[in-house]
T-cell receptor
Framework: KQEVTQIPAALSVPEGENLVLNCSFT??????LQWFRQDPGKGLTSLLL?????REQTSGRLNASLDKSSGRSTLYIAASQPGDSATYLC?????????FGPGTRLSVLP | ETGVTQTPRHLVMGMTNKKSLKCEQH?????MYWYKQSAKKPLELMFV???????ENNSVPSRFSPECPNSSHLFLHLHTLQPEDSALYLC???????????????FGQGTRLTVV
């Protein structure tokens, strides 16, 4: 069964800290892995997409890595800001289905 | 704006009502999806359309009926729903290439459905 887990479930940090969010997937036969941000009651905003042949992607203060063989991806957020507070979701793309993790709820305190 | 628009944003309906959710994408994608997000549960895939053909139906109850008249529009028709169907319903689109290798998926803002 294809499952995605995320650790930690919730995280609270002071502003300015660097942090790492973890994503694990049971079936390594992914096409790509995508990280999203979701604000309360809203839709998903795409942050980064890593193709299965890639190791990492960077966008501004965000860096995502992918280790397909071990079934892991990490999202690194540098110099966190209160505006980064949201739920972060990873999704493994298996073709006709994006399997989502439960998310990490991040709070960045001013 | 992500290029995927969902209407309405909020919907309250009784168990005997019939309503429809609408999704429209302006990205030129050929695949569209319906997801359900319930409280404290991961997003669950409901339906997938590729080139207007339904290719996935994850054991969704028949009270949910999808319709994809063209590659830009997707509907979810609702009838005789139950209170446990209350959730955030999200639409997404992507460009599905050979072997279903997708490009980046884009999501709409969702419809918050409450069944009373």
């Amino acid at each position: 069964k294809q499952e995605v887990t995320q650790i930690p479930a919730a995280l609270s940090v002071p502003e300015g800290e660097n942090l790492v969010l973890n994503c694990s997937f049971t079936d390594s036969a992914i096409y790509n892995l995508q990280w999203f941000r979701q604000d309360p009651g809203k839709g998903l905003t795409s942050l980064l997409l890593i193709q299965s042949s890639q190791r990492e992607q960077t966008s501004g203060r965000l860096n995502a890595s992918l280790d397909k063989s071990s079934g892991r991806s990490t999202l690194y957020i540098a110099a966190s800001q209160p505006g980064d507070s949201a739920t972060y979701l990873c999704a493994a793309d298996y073709g006709q289905n994006f399997v989502f993790g439960p998310g990490t709820r991040l709070s960045v305190l001013p | 704006e992500t290029g995927v628009t969902q209407t309405p944003r909020h919907l309250v309906m009784g168990m005997t009502n019939k309503k429809s959710l609408k999704c429209e994408q302006h990205l030129g994608h050929n695949a569209m999806y319906w997801y359900k997000q319930s409280a404290k549960k991961p997003l669950e895939l409901m339906f997938v359309y590729n080139f207007k053909e339904q290719t996935e139906n994850n054991s969704v109850p028949s009270r949910f009926s999808p319709e994809c008249p063209n590659s830009s529009h997707l509907f979810l028709h609702l009838h005789t729903l139950q209170p446990e169907d209350s959730a955030l319903y999200l639409c997404a689109s992507s460009q599905a290439g050979q072997g279903w290798r997708n490009t980046e998926a884009f999501f709409g803002q969702g419809t918050r459905l409450t069944v009373v």
